[in-house]
């Protein structure tokens, strides 16, 4: 089997890239205004990716394209998903498909079809429980892919049902925890880290900690830095001494940090790409500095 | 404003009709033979949907087409999926779009509005919390549409996390019960449902009766019966004296009734609809007879 989602994430982290993941959430208003004008809202979007990939692939290892944006646009937001994915991959980028899939078993293994064909780590849903899950496993065992489960969101609303305490005084998202760390069993990488990551926002760092001794193998997707409000100072929980075990996620921070006529646009989205390179590369020598033991 | 979904699904049932609905989970594997025989797997699903609609339409208000089975189609399938709901529309059926998304705020507007375009109802996954039901809840109150919320799902896995309890003994299913039935005030048809509704799986009667009074005014889709085990008979709680409150949903045991090589496919998914028909009836007969209110 070729190199898993999980160890090339960590080969290139281990290289010197930042685990820094680029979110593509692609809002048509947003676009450069120069980019493929008087062209649809789908032909503009994949002209956008198309020509600041490069400038992502050269900074960071991983993007996150969230489907959510091209299902705005219908079958040719569909069309132009699929593209942004192979272009993505083509140009030697991870792929975590946002795509947040959840269902009972026959439907979730249509779901697992029908994703990993365009990414090759998907965000998924919990809230069906295992048999929901089992069909994107068989992905993460057999073919090297990896999920991301949501266990944690960085949302406001988030707490309403996440953080109920159950009668042992676990929250529901430390019981979604337990079970992503017995969902990767089997499926560690050479640096440690099983193929069934969480999804915890960075908006709850205060509850990081408590999620990641839950779940110690799992890689974790982090988003809600910036615009949401969490900092990435606050994230070193996240990682081991080595870097690897999380990937913070910034969206509109990237590539939406100009507006649509600036001519500048694209210097701006490589300031703002090696501006959340240094703060990543801060943190993880802090984090290398105070610890002793290379693994969390 | 035009009548609500809710409103016209209970046009529907006052009228005589059960309160079915029908999935379409459409594999390309088990079409009949003879539909669009060499044409691409989503022309063939279209062109099987097309035929069987009329059918349908005679004898169920409202199709449920689960976009899982198109996605595995990719673009194409996507395509499918918007032609199977418009064909539906048209043909007078409600639709209820099965899919299941659940996102953050801004995410989530993405989803309802890619969704809503296709579909007078869709189904919902709570874990994110009310702002992630918010966008869709705004449709329903200003466009008449509906929303499904998943409550406590038909499959193995889901009393996992759904039926752990909180410290005051409710599971997260009579939590999100709960929450439902907040979301959904204001949104009252003339019959008094709400249209921010539930589903629950017919496998699970035992905990219909409490999940019903914890959400007394959410119109229920109910999956499950069938294949997956769930009994009609056993579905009372979930309708009033009217036969409002409730559809019941079944997908393989009508679209998928015959072997592909059957000749006689058409009349056999007649029979089965008329079979689904007569069952409810009984039971709504049943449930009329044993309440003297007419509200449960």
Redesign the interface.
């Known amino acids: 089997m070729a190199a898993s989602y999980v160890e090339r994430l960590e080969e290139r982290v281990s290289s010197g890239m930042s685990p820094a993941c680029v979110g593509i ?1 692609p809002r048509p208003e947003r676009l450069p205004a120069g980019v493929a004008p008087g062209r649809s809202a789908a032909e503009r979007i994949v002209a956008f990716v198309r020509e600041v990939l490069p400038s992502i692939a050269r900074r960071a290892p991983v993007v996150k394209p ?1 489907i ?2 091209f ?5 040719d ?3 132009a998903y ?1 593209e942004v994915c192979r272009l993505a991959r083509a140009g030697g980028l991870l792929v975590i498909g946002d795509v ?9 293994a ?2 697992a ?3 990993f ?1 365009h990414a090759d780590a998907l965000t998924v ?9 089992e069909p994107f496993l068989a992905a993460c065992r057999e073919a090297g892919r990896a999920i991301y489960v ?1 266990v944690r ?10 953080s ?4 042992r005084g676990h929250t ?1 998202a430390e ?2 925890a337990r ?1 992503v760390d017995r969902w990767g069993e089997d499926t560690a990488s050479p640096g440690g880290f099983a193929s069934v990551g969480a999804v915890v926002g960075a908006t709850r760092a205060d509850e990081l900690l408590a999620l990641r001794r839950a779940m110690p193998r799992a890689p974790l997707l982090i988003p809600g830095v910036g615009a949401q409000g969490g900092r990435i100072t606050d994230l070193r929980a996240a990682f081991d001494g080595r870097g690897f075990g999380a990937v913070v996620n910034q969206s509109r921070a990237m590539l939406e940090c100009f507006e649509p006529g600036d001519p500048d646009w694209r210097d701006r989205i490589d300031a703002a790409l090696d501006a959340f390179h240094a703060e990543l590369q801060d943190l993880l020598r802090d984090r290398a500095a105070t610890t002793a033991n290379p693994h969390p």
């Open positions: 959430d969230n959510a944006f299902e705005a646009l219908g079958a937001g569909w069309r699929e947040k899939r959840g269902d009972i078993g026959s439907t979730a249509a779901y079809r029908a994703h064909a849903n919990p809230y069906l429980g295992t048999d929901a899950i949501l969101t960085s949302n406001p609303g988030a707490a309403m049902f996440q109920l305490r159950d009668t529901v019981v979604v079970a």
